[in-house]
């Protein structure tokens, strides 16, 4: 048993220089080649680690993804080997082109069971290959084989890779061998229980300095950089900076509005929305269904990922204009359109707005907005206020002659409903597209999260989950094949100390794709529900009862304010709104028809 009891010695090591580096909170998936670590975990979790226990790999992924993105501090994924370790790469890629650490670790045979026929031995090294910011492999004979430096050092190379200087955070893998015999007796826990070195450690200076520091990118001046004195736009994308980094973006575009007088044009999760010190633009998305000569600018400064708005591409691809791009520590090229310098292609920053704007010149912040400017922002501010009045016309309820649900209204009035302050995740598809659209800027301040790097479903509930658990309470509106595609998810309740509230829109299958030009005419020529919308036979509230998740259905608008009274106050709860996908896709057609026609008589 010496072998098993040095397999727990070294994850011990391991995890507790992981903790010295600042690791706090951890997910397990069940395994045997794993046990080591999985008794290390125990052990250590009296000793501040934060412990949460999955089956499921690919729910346990996209919890941790959660809890990353809202703490901005990776989260350690541990599972066994084999086809455990695929499961985790959904979340990787979304970790990857979300810029969210991760530290996914996997326990893994000696390399003399390679290639031979062992059970359970899989070339796991490779799965996450494509998606990890830095892959670390110990001993090919095991953990065990490894000197304590050496384990302390793999285990600080690992943590460090979470957020690499000068690479936006992501995903890492730490691949671990261990040889047999796996698991330390009785006598072995206990000492290891009893061991007073095991207390944890502070996290070092050196990573204190990097929370504190930004990006760390040094900003190089743009050729030719931005006219204060003259008119453009801010566009401002879904933010994926670290939580730390947000005071100072948002200060940083608080002076530059101040300098330039800019509007600025504000993606549903560029967390921007509801600060009322800003002067922002929201309904850009249907301001340019019929865009004017008047909101034409020569100058466009972009932060971040462009948004999903089509409309707002094309106008952006259109513009004969100089366009600088400025992202919170992101290298890589944000720039689908290629509309660099007229077409010259990608050309960015990666310092992060905070840092960009430290390095311009003192002479470029005198003075104020130039009267053209404000003129031309006024401009863009009546066009908001007109198209945002004709909105609540169009999208008013309150006579309740309307039954059943209409997903625009839902997303122009939940803002309103829900608590300020009160954390909200979107599912991608059609919740994400009109909350960008409809959603109303009256709404108070929330944080806002969306997971648009991948822009998949695979884990929707299983992340609300982990920014409930990060920040104690959140809202999940999600569409029915999303939260179906995530159903392990409801398996967190029983761990949860946040509380979390879904409100389903249970549409019948994939409503998205009511809004892409998919179906024929005639109709018969394509089966499109089979094909497209597959919608599934299925009792949702039954499903979540049988995981003890109570639930309501919310029949009409009218009755939400009182059931989400209810459903807050719930560890977790789920509200089921049932709307008609294809009359809320005409909706859309029409509504988007007729602002255009509004614009152009106004």
């Known amino acids: 048993m010496e072998l098993a009891r040095r397999n727990l010695e070294a994850a011990l090591l391991l995890l507790k220089a992981l903790m010295g580096q600042g690791l706090s909170q951890a997910v397990l998936c069940p395994g045997s080649r794993s046990g080591a670590l999985a008794l290390a975990l125990g052990v250590l979790e009296p000793r501040g680690l934060e412990l949460y226990t999955a089956i499921d790999e690919r729910s346990a992924a996209f919890f941790a993804l959660g809890l990353a993105r809202a703490t901005g501090k990776a989260v350690a994924v541990v599972t066994t080997s084999g086809t455990a370790v695929a499961n985790l790469l959904p979340a990787a890629v979304e970790a990857d082109y979300g810029a969210i650490p991760l530290l996914l670790i996997s326990a893994d045979r000696p390399n003399r069971l390679k290639g031979c026929g062992a059970n359970q031995t899989v070339n796991q090294e490779s799965f996450l290959a494509a998606s990890v910011r830095w892959f670390g492999q110990g001993d090919g004979t095991g953990l065990a084989a490894m000197t304590d430096a050496a384990i302390a050092a793999l285990a600080r190379q690992a943590w460090s890779a979470t957020l690499p200087p000068g690479l936006a955070p992501g995903p890492v893998h730490l691949n671990l061998p261990f040889g047999e015999p796996l698991h330390a007796d009785g006598p072995a ?29 040094r900003a190089t001046p743009f050729s030719p950089a931005p006219d204060p004195g003259q008119p453009g736009v801010v566009v401002a994308g879904p933010w994926r900076g670290l939580p730390q980094h947000w005071p100072g973006y948002v200060e940083a575009l608080l ?23 800003l002067d922002l633009i929201s309904s850009y998305d249907l301001l340019l269904e019929a865009p004017e000569p008047k909101l034409r600018s020569a100058q466009v400064l972009r932060l971040g ?20 791009l400025v992202s919170e520590g992101e290298p890589r090229c944000l720039d689908p359109l290629g509309s660099g310098w007229h077409g010259s292609g990608c050309q960015q920053s990666a310092a992060g707005l905070a840092g960009w704007s430290a390095s311009l010149p003192p002479s470029f912040w005198a003075g104020g907005p130039s009267a053209e400017a404000l003129r031309f922002g006024s401009r863009w501010r009546q066009r908001e206020l007109q198209l ?3 909105l609540d016309q169009q999208l008013a309820s309150g006579d309740g002659a309307e039954i059943g649900v209409n997903e625009l209204c839902l ?4 803002g309103l409903l829900l608590p300020a302050g009160l954390p909200l995740v979107l599912a991608n598809s059609s919740p994400v597209r009109d909350w960008e659209s409809f959603a109303n800027p009256a ?13 998949g479903i695979d884990g929707t509930l299983s992340i609300a989950c982990g920014v409930a658990e990060a920040h104690g309470q959140a809202v999940l509106l999600t569409g029915d094949l999303a939260l179906l595609h995530d ?17 389903l829109i249970n549409n019948g299958g994939g409503g998205i794709f009511e809004q892409l030009p998919i179906r024929t005419t ?43 009274d209810w459903a807050l106050n719930q560890p977790l709860a789920l509200l089921e709104l049932v709307s008609d996908r294809r009359a809320d896709a005409l909706r859309r057609q029409t509504l988007r028809r007729m602002a255009a026609q509004a614009l152009m008589q106004s």
């Open 388 to 390: 945002q009045l004709w």
């Open 189 to 217: 826990l206990l000492e290891a229980i009893a061991d007073g070195s095991l207390e944890p450690t502070p996290p070092s200076l050196a990573e204190l300095a990097l929370g504190a520091a930004g990006s760390g990118i």
């Open 487 to 503: 159903s392990h998810g409801w398996l967190w309740q029983r761990q949860l100390k946040g509380r979390l509230t879904v409100i």
């Open 305 to 324: 990922p462009v948004p999903a708005s089509r409309r707002l591409q094309r106008w952006l691809a259109d513009q004969n204009a100089h366009q600088w």
């Open 255 to 277: 002076r530059w509005q101040r300098r330039t007088g800019w509007p600025v044009l504000a993606d549903g999760l560029s967390g921007l929305r509801g600060l009322a010190d």
């Open 522 to 564: 005639p109709e018969q020529a394509l089966d499109f529900e089979r094909l497209f919308a597959m919608p599934q036979q299925l009792d949702h509230l039954a499903l979540a009862a049988a995981h003890g998740v109570p639930g309501r259905r919310v029949e009409q608008l009218a009755d939400l304010p009182s059931q989400l």
């Open 443 to 455: 709404a108070p301040w929330r944080a806002v999260y969306g997971f648009r790097g991948a822009s």
């Open 411 to 414: 997303a122009r009035q939940l």
